[in-house]
């Protein structure tokens, strides 16, 4: 298989210098890359190595904070001094990682903001399930996602509100009824004295899963936002779907953030090769149900190279089908909470095709997560701990460059 017909496979395939990477490509393109590649590493590791300890920790709240991906993805800027979710299972993986004397579990209803603590920061990753297409879009004021507006009832109850506030969910909060959720939640937060943006960063830039997600960055009016921090217009960060969403909103700003080096590794770099494979039953089904294009590349593939492709199980014109994906990343993982199926590996080794779910560890890599990240309980928590967190790396890139500039501009709380 020639260049040309690797680059041109795939339903979702991404001409990024990684795709290129595929690490079956033939010799000796695969030699020329190669150094191509150390070059872009040696560059890339001196501007991408967010640095660990950072001299200064600013105290934040973390509410809807599930696993503590964003806890350990604001480490060494941020300190979670205040941490909450209703799900014991998340709160088990929190407590593991993390200062278990911080972490509150119960609903965001019964918290009230005159007991929290001051912070510079409150970050809300809140319920996707309304705003996702899978949840069926009820929208930002159905019961799940809804529950931001607990977290904004909280804000105003606290004695000072914090000069930074940081939501993330899925792209349908921007994107769904034409920005109208945005639009609800933008003007809730300038109306409370915010100054607000709101960006995508995708997961991919940092580690092999596609995992566009919002983040609306809001700053009190009192501060004074260094001129380094914004920009006249759109950005990497601003696609069509927030620009519309922007359009004529008050207190809006364009934020600006380095865009970030080519990724470094591929999933075939994070995946446990040894993994054990589903029982046979299960590896037939999967196999049957992929299609014959996909089928094609696969068997296209040198029985002596070792490959992986991911896909989902997915309905089409009536017909469960494995979906796979050729360009070395993973898709996005979910939380089955979400009505979503769980990602499987078909994995090609010594000329056979086997299958099987994605591993927790594997998860865990694809959100960045250290390899000493605890993920206690069964197999399905420790997906579903992964599946709606934040990527580690993304928020790291956003307090690097944003959040901790933009407190810091401010001093203490
Ligand atoms: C998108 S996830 C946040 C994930 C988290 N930021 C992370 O990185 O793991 C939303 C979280 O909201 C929590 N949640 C749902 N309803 C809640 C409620 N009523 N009160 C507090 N937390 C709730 C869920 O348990 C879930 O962990």
């Known amino acids: 298989m020639d ?49 660990e300890g950072a001299p ?13 991906l964003v806890a350990e993805g604001l480490k060494g800027f941020f300190k979670a001094v205040w941490a909450n979710d209703i799900c014991e299972k998340k709160a088990d993986v929190y407590t593991a990682n993390h200062d278990s004397n911080i972490f509150h579990r119960g609903s965001i209803a019964d918290v009230r903001g005159s007991d929290l603590p001051p912070a510079n920061m409150a970050w809300a990753s809140f319920p996707c399930q309304d705003l996702s297409l899978a949840g ?10 809804g529950l931001v507006w607990e977290w904004l009832r909280i804000i105003d109850e606290m004695p000072k509100r914090p000069s930074v506030l940081v939501a ?13 959720h945005y639009k609800a939640l933008h003007n809730a937060l300038v109306e409370r004295g915010y100054r607000v943006g709101s960006i995508v960063l995708d997961a991919k830039h940092w580690v092999p899963q596609s995992r566009p997600r919002v983040f609306i960055v809001a700053v009190r009016s009192d501060i004074n936002v260094l001129s380094d921090l914004v920009t006249t217009g759109p950005t990497w960060l601003h696609p069509k779907s927030v620009q519309k969403a922007a359009q004529g909103l008050s207190d809006w700003i364009w934020w600006k953030l380095p865009e970030p080096l ?21 590896e037939r089904r999967n196999l049957a149900l992929i299609s014959e294009k996909h089928r094609k590349v696969l068997e296209a593939i040198p029985d002596s190279n070792v490959f992986v492709a991911p896909g989902y199980r997915r309905t089409r014109y009536g017909k469960q089908v494995l979906e796979l994906r050729f360009d070395d990343l993973a898709g996005c993982l ?18 056979l095709l086997r299958t099987r779910l994605i591993t927790t560890r594997e998860a865990a890599r694809l959100m960045g997560a250290p390899d000493s990240y605890v993920l206690p309980g069964s197999y399905n928590d420790g997906y579903k701990a992964m599946g709606d967190a934040v990527a580690v790396p993304v928020a790291q890139w956003l ?8 407190v810091r501009s401010h001093g203490e709380c």
């Open 136 to 145: 069926l879009a009820g929208g930002i004021h159905a019961s799940r996602s």
């Open 262 to 282: 080519p990724r470094l590794k591929g999933l075939s770099d994070i995946i446990e090769w040894d993994a054990p494979f589903a029982d046979e039953s299960a």
């Open 334 to 351: 979910r939380t089955p909470e979400g009505g979503s199926s769980r990602q499987v590996v078909v994995i090609k080794k010594d000329g």
């Open 56 to 68: 200064e920790s600013q105290e934040f709240l973390e509410f809807f904070a599930g696993s503590g």
């Open 3 to 51: 260049d040309a017909t690797v680059l041109s496979i795939g339903d979702s395939f991404c001409k990024d210098y990684n795709t290129q990477m595929s690490f079956y490509m033939p010799e000796p393109a695969a030699e020329v890359k190669q150094v191509f590649r150390k070059k872009l590493v040696s560059e890339a590791s001196a501007m991408q190595n967010i640095e």
């Open 399 to 406: 307090a690097k460059f944003l959040l901790l500039p933009l």
């Open 168 to 180: 993330e969910n899925v792209i349908g909060l921007v994107s769904g009824h034409e920005g109208r």
